[in-house]
C-alpha cells in the first residue's frame, strides 16, 4: 500500500484446502481453472485462491487474510458459511516461476463432499471439479505432475509434513 516506504513488498495470495468431511475420512476439494485465466489457465489447484487485498487489512495493520480466503471460498463454490466449521492458516508457499506468495489455510466444511463438488459454481475461474480422498492425497498430488499449479503442490506438502 505504500510503495514509497521502498519494502519491496509483492502481492500476495491466499490459497485453501477445503477439507469437507471427518478428519481421516475427508476430501478436498480441487478443480481446473478456465482457460481465460492470466496464471496457469488449464491447471488444477485447490479451491478457494485469490488475491490478499486492500480491504483484507485493518486500520491498526492486521491482515485478516481469513476473511479473504472466505469470501473467495463462498464466491467459489455458493457454500453458506454456516457450513464452514473453521479456518485455519497453516503454511506460507512461494512459487518460484511465478514469483508469488501464499498464504495458506485448511477450510473445514460440513457437508456431502459430492453435493459440494456438484455445487462448484462454473465460471471463468473453474471447471471440472474433483474430490481427492485424505488419505490420497500425497499419491494424488504426485500423479499430477506439472498439471497440478506450484502453489497447491506445495500446500499438500505442507499439509502431509503439518499432519
Not at 487474510?65 to 512461494?94: C, D, H, S
Amino acid at each position: 500500500l505504500r510503495p514509497d516506504l521502498g519494502l519491496n513488498v509483492r502481492a500476495i495470495g491466499v490459497s485453501g484446502l477445503t477439507r469437507i468431511g471427518r478428519p481421516g475420512a475427508a476430501h478436498f476439494l480441487a478443480a481446473v481453472r478456465g482457460p481465460k485465466m492470466t496464471q496457469y489457465p488449464g491447471h488444477l489447484e485447490f479451491v478457494p485462491s485469490g488475491t490478499i487485498d486492500r480491504g483484507c487489512a485493518e486500520e491498526n495493520g492486521v491482515v485478516r487474510y481469513e476473511a479473504k480466503i472466505l469470501e473467495e471460498l463462498r464466491e467459489e463454490t455458493a457454500l453458506p458459511f454456516r457450513a464452514i466449521a473453521n479456518v485455519q492458516g497453516f503454511a506460507f508457499t512461494y512459487d518460484r516461476a511465478d514469483d508469488t506468495y501464499d498464504v495458506c489455510c485448511l477450510i473445514d466444511v460440513d457437508g456431502d463432499p459430492e453435493a459440494i463438488r456438484a455445487a462448484l459454481v462454473h465460471t471463468d475461474e473453474y471447471t471440472d471439479p474433483v474430490l481427492v480422498a485424505e488419505s490420497d492425497l500425497a499419491a494424488w498430488t504426485a500423479a499430477q505432475g506439472d498439471r497440478l499449479m506450484p502453489v497447491s503442490q506445495g500446500i499438500a506438502a505442507a499439509y502431509g509434513a503439518w499432519r
